[in-house]
């Protein structure tokens, strides 16, 4: 059974750093692309950022380029969001997502319950 | 980017057919593969696989669930609606980076 935990969220005054994972089991994990998505709270679905699985590839959504950097280790089955410069607009439950078919990342088949990030002083 | 546009909400009767629209601003097709993909998100839960490809459907997911479309017109149908399909229904595009959702269709019952 394809499993992902996400941990590290919590709340985090404005500017600063938190450091998210996401540990998947049920699956060969270096296979696959992964992928951060956020939810604000009442609000839709937004994709954060990909990174493919041998982290070759690895895109970002214009809202946290320059600030998040997605990451993996393929040997510990875990996927980290580094998130520094922290607004109130990056408030939300992300989400870590796998891709569709292994090297091919166009979909997100399996989701974790997520992680909820709160910034505010 | 591409901008994916649904409906904010339907409501429908149950054991009615429910067909939820998603447009998008640029063709989403590719050499023949729609890059468009539908999630089934429940309250207080996380979203869910559905549709992939335009119309290919998920694992487990029963078959009263179906996608259609292309280029720049999508449709997710349910058929027939089901009391447990009360949710909120994203589609979203794969075919360029950004990858973008569109803000969500949410079902309802007459």
């Known amino acids: 059974e394809v499993q992902l935990v996400e941990s590290g969220g919590g709340l985090v005054q404005p500017g600063r750093s938190l450091k998210l994972s996401c540990l998947a089991s049920?699956?060969?994990?270096?296979?696959?692309?992964m992928n951060w998505i956020r939810q604000a709270p009442g609000k839709g679905l937004e994709w954060v950022a990909s990174?493919?699985?041998?982290?070759?590839?690895?895109y970002y959504a214009d809202t946290v380029k320059g600030r998040f950097t997605i990451s993996r280790d393929n040997a510990k089955n875990t996927l980290y969001l580094q998130m520094t410069s922290l607004r109130s607009e990056d408030t939300a439950l992300y989400y870590c997502?796998?891709?569709?078919?292994?090297?091919?990342?166009?979909?997100?088949?399996?989701w974790g319950q997520g992680t909820l990030v709160t910034v505010s002083s | 980017d591409i901008v994916l546009t649904q409906s904010p909400a339907l409501a429908v009767s149950l054991e009615q057919r429910a067909t939820i629209s998603c447009k998008t601003s640029?063709?989403?097709?590719?050499?023949?593969?729609?890059?468009m993909h539908w999630y089934q998100q429940k309250p207080g839960q996380q979203p869910k696989l559905l549709i992939y490809?335009?119309?290919n459907l998920a694992s487990g997911i029963p078959a009263r669930f179906s996608g259609s479309g292309s280029g720049t017109d999508f449709t997710l149908t349910i058929d027939p609606v089901e009391a447990d399909d009360i949710a909120t229904y994203y589609c979203?595009?794969?075919?360029?980076?950004?990858?973008?959702f569109g803000s969500g269709t949410k079902l309802e019952i007459k």
């Open positions: 997502a796998r891709g569709g078919l292994p090297g091919y990342n166009h979909w997100f088949a399996y």
């Open positions: 049920g699956f060969t994990f270096s296979n696959y692309g």
């Open positions: 990174i493919s699985s041998s982290s070759s590839y690895i």
């Open positions: 640029q063709n989403v097709d590719n050499y023949g593969i729609s890059y």
């Open positions: 490809e335009g119309s």
């Open positions: 979203q595009q794969s075919k360029d980076y950004p990858f973008t």
